[in-house]
């Protein structure tokens, strides 16, 4: 499956943004969908995941309450909404997708986008 992210830009502290994710190439729902992030200087983390059909999310525990992840697999899209936006989310974004169960270890997923860049001002 390739994977492609948009919905990055600049935004002010306590802004939001939607980041999108659009997946061709497989078929869309037998994946678990996941969001992660790297800020300058720093490893990547994760952000959030989502199961086959949405029912089943996790949360790094810096964004809970502020963003929130879901998904159409209609239009084969994984979504992560972003509220209350920090400076310290400054970061590219990655959407990233495995068949295997749901983690928050990087490794866990075989597909990659090329990430979105978020910037936030304060």
């Known amino acids: 499956v390739q994977l492609q992210a948009s919905g990055g830009g600049l935004v002010q502290a306590r802004g939001s943004l939607r980041l999108s994710c659009a997946a061709s190439g497989g078929t869309f729902s037998n994946y678990r969908m996941g969001w992660f992030r790297q800020a300058p200087g720093k490893e990547r983390e994760f952000v959030a995941s989502i199961g086959w059909y949405g029912s089943s999310t996790s949360y790094t525990d810096t964004v809970k309450g502020r963003f929130a992840i879901s998904r159409d697999n209609a239009k084969n899209t994984v979504y992560l909404q972003m509220n209350s936006l920090k400076p310290e989310d400054t970061a590219v974004y990655y959407c990233?997708?495995?068949?295997?169960?749901?983690?928050?270890?990087?490794?866990?997923?075989?597909?990659w986008g090329q990430g979105t860049l978020v910037t936030v001002s304060s």
């Open positions: 990233a997708a495995t068949r295997r169960a749901l983690t928050t270890e990087s490794l866990g997923y075989a597909y």
